[in-house]
Nanobody, 129 residues
Framework: QVQLVESGGGLVQAGGSLRLSCAASGRTFSSYAMGWFRQAPGKEREFVAAISWSGGSPDYADYVKGRFTISRDNAKNMVYLQMNSLKPEDTAVYYC??????????????????????WGQGTQVTVSS
């Protein structure tokens, strides 16, 4: 079992930055691939970024590539999402997700919601124009 708690959301002007954090419980965090997803009102939850359990092979959705950076600190059981050059269309609830993935290989990370077993409660990000 893994419990995830997101933090760092808030209100920011367009062009600004935020850093989301996801704190994970459990001794086997380092074997979990991690992802960030977001959901805007009236829309489906969508992929934002993911990182393998080894910390390599970060993957990004095209609409955030070059602006967002995912990272992890296995010693602290933390995953981060640095968001720069924010746009109003980035407004959403952001969710952290985890799945045990050491058996998949050190480069694996998923893009689909069904590939993840554990989810946080979400943190609101609002970007004003």
């Amino acid at each position: 079992q893994v419990q995830l708690v997101e933090s760092g959301g808030g209100l920011v002007q367009a062009g600004g930055s935020l850093r989301l954090s996801c704190a994970a419980s459990g001794r086997t965090f380092s074997s979990y691939a991690m992802g960030w997803f977001r959901q805007a009102p009236g829309k489906e939850r969508e992929f934002v970024a993911a990182i393998s359990w080894s910390g390599g092979s970060p993957d990004y959705a095209d609409y955030v590539k070059g602006r967002f950076t995912i990272s992890r600190d296995n010693a602290k059981n933390m995953v981060y999402l640095q968001m720069n050059s924010l746009k109003p269309e980035d407004t959403a609830v952001y969710y952290c997700a985890a799945v045990s993935a050491s058996w998949r290989g050190q480069s694996w990370r998923g893009r689909a919601t069904y590939e993840y077993d554990y989810w946080g409660q979400g943190t609101q990000v609002t970007v004003s124009s």
